[in-house]
């Protein structure tokens, strides 16, 4: 299973960005997906998650209203639509599948994850 993230990039503070997860060799149709970030010198964190059918959504309360968490079939991407950026946003970005299972934010519950994109903010 291979996932590719990208999209990141250098944006000032109340920018936008969008991130895309692309699924090389399977499908996300039918699995669960999440991002997450690991900021400098701090432990991975959850941005957000989306259900294998699109129905269910989840976030961060950090990001919550800000970003929006959506899944393109057809192209077999997962996209991670980020406005309104802070410097505490900075951060490098991973997508994540789970095997089964719904909508989580522990980063344990997902089997397999892309290399990261890197999100900088600046103020």
């Known amino acids: 299973v291979q996932l590719q993230a990208s999209g990141g990039g250098l944006v000032s503070t109340g920018g936008s960005l969008r991130l895309s997860c692309l699924a090389y060799?399977?499908?996300?149709?039918?699995?669960?997906t999440g991002w997450f970030r690991q900021a400098p010198g701090k432990g991975r964190e959850f941005v957000a998650s989306i259900s294998w059918n699109a129905e269910a959504t989840y976030y961060a309360d950090s990001v919550k209203g800000r970003f929006t968490i959506s899944k393109d079939n057809a192209k077999n991407t997962v996209i991670l639509q980020m406005n309104s950026l802070k410097p505490e946003d900075t951060a490098v970005y991973y997508c994540?599948?789970?095997?089964?299972?719904?909508?989580?934010?522990?980063?344990?519950?997902?089997?397999?994850w892309g290399q990261g994109t890197l999100v900088t903010v600046s103020s």
């Open positions: 994540a599948r789970r095997s089964y299972g719904g909508i989580s934010d522990v980063a344990e519950d997902y089997r397999y």
């Open positions: 060799t399977h499908t996300f149709s039918s699995y669960t």
